[in-house]
């Protein structure tokens, strides 16, 4: 039986060769008798697998050398605890943009941290727009300008690397939501970092790319498993990593890679947006109020003109195999998330879906 599309927001739909390969292999992983969840994260072949997996992202992604990749446990929210806490130091202040509900989080779990400057917000234009970068009001002393390059929630994406008037202040993105969807310019940022569940494979793993250059300047009280600096020496491994996720991240990037990286996903990516947009704009039966520019490719909300649809909306996407496409629980009605895993051919589906649904119920 063909198994149905999954447009689930995270976490997410896995591409379908990486879920064989994880079936083929879970009994006995590379010929080592024992599964991958099963051995010590300390084994060669374990090891051999962490290797692989840093220098899959670090060519996927062209990370410069003197950034350090760690992977590490606790989400991204996690991360709005770390951020400040390695990188604010004692009394420290940062700068934050307000785009939207991950924005927000981040900003109210770093004011517990460091005194946060909101250096911009579009909350008063209901999150439809991104403020624009040049009129951003960076504090001075920031020890960084911290953004969420893509709203999960909201659907509104950063389509370049914000160039704010900084004074020097790196900037620190949240890239949980589109990650390895197109080439990042890593190279711009002093941390880059994104939880695995969305485009690199299942939750319990985030990737945290940083400038070796703001190793040294952490809270006297990081915990050691959220410090930076130790988890760089210990290969992130200061604590037991969460050894499944890796694994399947390491099937992610290869599965990327064969298919010929991120210019491809990019371009692929591109495509699916442009066409769920153009059915949704077709019509006054759906509405997705962001402005066109800064529309994400990834999340795509949409309400339906009726709301008493909803439910219906649901119930016949799911029999026609197209699934997880209910809306965050805070904004309601619905959303389609279009990771990398999502083949072209579904979103086709899920616009035929959309026209097919309005002219029976519209
Ligand atoms: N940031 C963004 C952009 C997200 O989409 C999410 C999860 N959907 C988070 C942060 C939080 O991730 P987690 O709950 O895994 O910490």
Known sequence: MERPVNFSAGPAAVPEPVLHRIREELGDWDGTGASVVEQSHRGAPFLDLAARLEERLRRLLGIPRDYRVLLLQGGAQMQFAAVPLNLAGEGGSASYVDTGSWSSRAIDEARRFCRVRVAASSEEDKYRSIPSPEKWKVAPGSAYVHFVANETIGGVEFHEVPAPDAGGAP???????????????????????????????????????????????????????????????ADSMANTPCTFAWYVAALVLEWIEAEGGLAIMAARNDRKAA?????????????????????????????????????????????????GLKGHRSVGGMRASLYNAIPESGVERLAAFLSDFERRRG
């Open 275 to 323: 066409r769920l947009y153009k059915a949704v704009d077709a019509t006054d039966f759906y509405q997705n109020p962001i402005a066109p520019a800064c529309r994400s490719r990834m999340n795509v909300p949409f309400l339906l003109a009726e709301k008493g649809l909803d439910e219906a909306f649901l119930d016949e996407a799911r029999e026609a195999g197209l699934i």
């Open 171 to 233: 900037l620190v993105a949240d890239f949980s939501s589109n990650i390895l969807s197109r080439p990042l310019e890593v190279g711009r940022f002093g941390v880059v970092y994104a939880g695995a569940q969305k485009n690199m494979g299942v939750s319990g793993l985030t990737v945290v790319i940083v400038d070796e250059a703001l190793l040294d300047r952490a809270h006297p009280l990081t915990p050691t498993v959220v410090r930076y600096a130790d988890q760089a020496r």
